[in-house]
């Protein structure tokens, strides 16, 4: 009761107009048209075209309305900043942009979008991007692309990538949110009759990105990213001088891989400095997450699950040259094995690896597993109250708080509820900031929310309560700062776990050297 309260007082204040509920009933918030940026209606494929050709410019929204744009050979190339692409009605199931097609033999390296140099703060919203033989959207520049915003976006039966970065890209603090990645057609071994394509059947991914930096992959839906012989690249492969990537809340549903970062290939380091946290994933053919050649990537708090698959953990050096060090592989549940391939062992501390034989246990834990929900059934699972305490993980896949020991795994059990706890921020986040409590005065529980920049990520952040004195009463929270919003409870007791007395205290938000602060009442 007390989460549905805390939430319903967030709303209040808010707003909670949700436009549309995804694959994994995860309901998202909806995006406003920024302020300030001139509306072109676009009600038929024609109407699209031409606006896209004559207006495209600074701070111009293309407001689509339902129904199919068929651009079969047409590459739309955007080439201004802020620039938005948004379906009007907040389903992007009814406003469906299609491409070339998915077995398309003739051009078959057609892409369907490129941002170009200098196109920074795009966003593509409420929409379906279908039908390409190549990349649905290109990052085709190298500098200044960055603050690209995929917000409710559905990638359906895009043939080699849905997102494509390239190599020295220069497109740091870029979002994946809420998105659906899903193929319903498996490639050809021959892509086309004439033996002129440059790849295979299994050269597809649903994310493929170089040179990623500050990069957010959450609350996003991954399904059926499958090459022709069972070996297509990940749903999420981030390589090449890639660092500072969050890959968290996220489903993925029997995909050949479902998280890569580094490549086998590369022969050094190509990954640094990253999270994989509170994903479910239902593994497919492949490994469902492989680290090679990467340097302090932490992967916590997953659910890694199949009843006829196994998702095993590969940290490696292909070649046994480069290093991949300094890795930690904390709190997850397994059903495969943690393979390390001639690299330097990483931290493994509280995972729980279980094999096929545990089946008729791992129903009881995960009734729903077939459809790569693995929200627990019960308070008596296993994995509860036994993880290690980690700073970073203070949310589960739900987004909501974790309360005392954590759970092992992506799901903490005390908050499973169908109510999403904490509405998305609406728009992008230029600084931190921290809400007023609700509610305020309060008994027995208040709630802040806040947000951290994706600038901010990784400098210090905590969130402590202090006597009207400046006197420290209880931290909430500490540790590197993680980019997004969140909400965090205080329920009016100490660090040592006694109530406080009634009165005013502080609340105070601290990210790097800024620090804001609001007051609460706790009334006995």
């Known amino acids: 009761m007390k989460y549905l309260l805390c939430f319903a007082l967030i709303a209040a204040v808010f707003g909670t107009s949700y436009s549309y509920v995804t694959a994994d009933n995860k ?8 302020a300030g940026a001139t509306v072109y ?4 494929f024609v109407s699209l075209y031409m606006n896209i050709r004559n207006h495209m410019a600074p701070n111009t929204c293309f407001l689509i309305k339902d129904g199919t744009y068929a651009f079969n050979t047409i590459t739309v190339n955007i080439s201004a900043d802020h620039v938005y692409f948004i379906g009007e009605s907040g389903d992007p199931s009814k406003v469906i942009l299609t491409s070339n097609g998915f077995f398309a033999d003739e051009a078959p390296d057609f892409d369907f979008f490129h941002i170009a140099n200098n196109a920074h703060h795009v966003i593509f919203a409420n929409i379906t991007i279908s039908e390409t033989r190549q990349y649905a959207v290109k990052f085709n520049g190298l500098t200044n692309m960055g603050n690209i915003l995929w917000h409710n976006v559905r990638f359906i039966n895009n043939a080699t990538r849905d997102i494509k970065g390239v190599g020295l890209m220069e497109a740091p603090a870029c979002t994946v949110r809420y998105c659906h990645f899903e193929n319903t057609k498996i490639p050809l071994i021959t892509r086309c009759s004439d033996g002129s394509c440059a790849s295979d059947g299994d050269y597809i991914a649903g994310m493929d990105i170089m040179s990623a930096d500050s990069w957010a992959i959450h609350d996003s839906y991954f399904k ?4 022709a012989s069972g070996g297509g690249r990940a749903g999420v492969f981030m390589w090449n001088l890639c660092r500072n990537v969050w890959t968290e809340r996220n489903t993925f549903v029997n995909c050949d891989r479902s998280v890569a970062y580094g490549n086998y290939s590369s022969g050094e380091i190509s990954h640094d400095s990253s999270y994989i946290m509170n994903n479910f994933i239902l593994p497919g053919a492949g490994n469902a997450i492989e680290l090679y050649y990467t340097r302090r990537v932490r992967v916590f708090n997953n659910t890694l699950y199949g009843a006829t698959t196994t998702g095993s953990i590969i940290y490696g050096n ?4 480069g290093a991949n060090t300094y890795g930690e592989i904390k709190n997850n549940i397994l059903n495969g094995s943690i393979s390390n391939q001639n690299a330097t062992a990483p931290d493994t501390a509280t995972n729980i690896l279980v094999s096929r034989g545990n089946a008729a246990i791992l129903a009881r834990w995960f009734p729903n597993a077939a459809t790569g929900d693995f929200h627990f059934s019960s308070d008596t699972c296993r994995p509860l109250n036994r993880g290690t305490a980690l700073a970073q993980v203070t949310l589960d896949w739900d987004n909501a708080p974790r309360i005392g020991t954590l759970d092992i795994g992506a799901d903490e059990y005390n908050n499973n509820t169908p109510i999403q706890f904490m509405p998305e921020e609406i728009t992008t986040i230029q600084e931190a900031y921290l809400s007023p409590a609700s509610p305020n005065p309060f008994n027995p529980v208040t709630c802040v929310r806040y947000g951290i920049a994706t600038a901010e990520a990784g400098t210090p952040c905590e969130i402590a309560i202090l006597s009207l004195e ?3 009463i209880r931290t909430l929270r500490s540790g590197p700062a993680f980019p997004g919003t969140y909400a965090i409870q205080w329920d009016a007791k100490d660090d040592n776990g006694f109530q406080v007395a009634s009165g005013a ?3 105070r938000l601290t ?3 800024k620090g804001s602060t ?3 009442v706790f009334m006995k």
């Open 27 to 34: 309901q998202v918030p909806a995006l406003p048209i920024p």
């Open 41 to 44: 209606p676009c009600s038929n």
């Open 224 to 227: 059926n990213i499958l090459g």
């Open 318 to 321: 292909a070649s046994g040259g």
């Open 470 to 472: 400046g006197r420290l």
């Open 505 to 507: 205290y502080l609340i």
């Open 511 to 513: 990210v790097g050297s």
């Open 518 to 520: 609001t007051r609460a």
